[in-house]
T-cell receptor, first 114, second 113 residues
Framework: ELKVEQNPLFLSMQEGKNYTIYCNYSTTSDRLYWYRQDPGKSLESLFVLLSNGAVKQEGRLMASLDTKARLSTLHITAAVHDLSATYFCAAGGGYGGSQGNLIFGKGTKLSVKP | NAGVMQNPRHLVRRRGQEARLRCSPMKGHSHVYWYRQLPEEGLKFMVYLQKENIIDESGMPKERFSAEFPKEGPSILRIQQVVRGDSAAYFC???????????FGPGTRLTVT
């Protein structure tokens, strides 16, 4: 059964600092997603990672995937207040389950303070 | 191209009533997924449907919950005899095929009083 764990679950950062959110998954998965959710809103897709060694960057966010270690990271560079949100990773395509559904981590609630 | 649409956005039901949540996928998408999000939690998969077929309902509670995706019209998640524990945000996602990226709707926030 595919399980996804994120850490930390809560992250308070100062503006301008760097930090990394980690996402571990328990069995082989061929797809890893990162989403952002603002309070009371839906999920906004940030990154789709499909292969070992994949690295994608958008603005101050960079995501990477290591399928051998079953680990994805979301790196935040020089954080700004607008990045305050909850970030979820989700894995799919794992063995032992449907190829369709996604398994989500519990989310990392990020708060960026001035 | 309109995104995934869900209605209603907010739904209040008394205990014992029925709740019907609707999801219209993006144009060209024939795969629909329902997820539930409890407060301060991640999303939990409930059911995966294609037109007129349930592909995977392993995340659905065995009783009171049902889902359909008819040939015409939106996908519907139905909760009978709601209880307070059903209060949550219910998100629908769609994709053009299995293993394609899923696009999420705005969600329906169900409150059971």
């Amino acid at each position: 059964e595919l399980k996804v764990e994120q850490n930390p679950l809560f992250l308070s950062m100062q503006e301008g600092k760097n930090y990394t959110i980690y996402c571990n998954y328990s069995t082989t998965s061929d797809r890893l997603y990162w989403y952002r959710q603002d309070p009371g809103k839906s999920l906004e897709s940030l990154f789709v990672l499909l292969s070992n060694g994949a690295v994608k960057q958008e603005g101050r966010l960079m995501a990477s995937l290591d399928t051998k270690a079953r680990l994805s990271t979301l790196h935040i560079t020089a954080a700004v207040h607008d990045l305050s949100a909850t970030y979820f990773c989700a894995a799919g395509g794992g063995y032992g389950g449907s190829q369709g559904n996604l398994i989500f981590g519990k989310g990392t609630k990020l708060s960026v303070k001035p | 191209n309109a995104g995934v649409m869900q209605n209603p956005r907010h739904l209040v039901r008394r205990r014992g009533q029925e709740a019907r949540l609707r999801c219209s996928p993006m144009k060209g998408h024939s795969h629909v997924y329902w997820y539930r999000q409890l407060p301060e939690e991640g999303l939990k998969f409930m059911v995966y449907l294609q037109k007129e077929n349930i592909i995977d309902e392993s995340g659905m509670p065995k009783e009171r919950f049902s889902a359909e995706f008819p040939k015409e019209g939106p996908s519907i998640l139905r909760i009978q005899q709601v209880v307070r524990g059903d209060s949550a945000a219910y998100f629908c996602a769609s994709s053009p095929g299995v293993n394609y990226e899923q696009y999420f709707g705005p969600g329906t926030r169900l409150t059971v009083t």
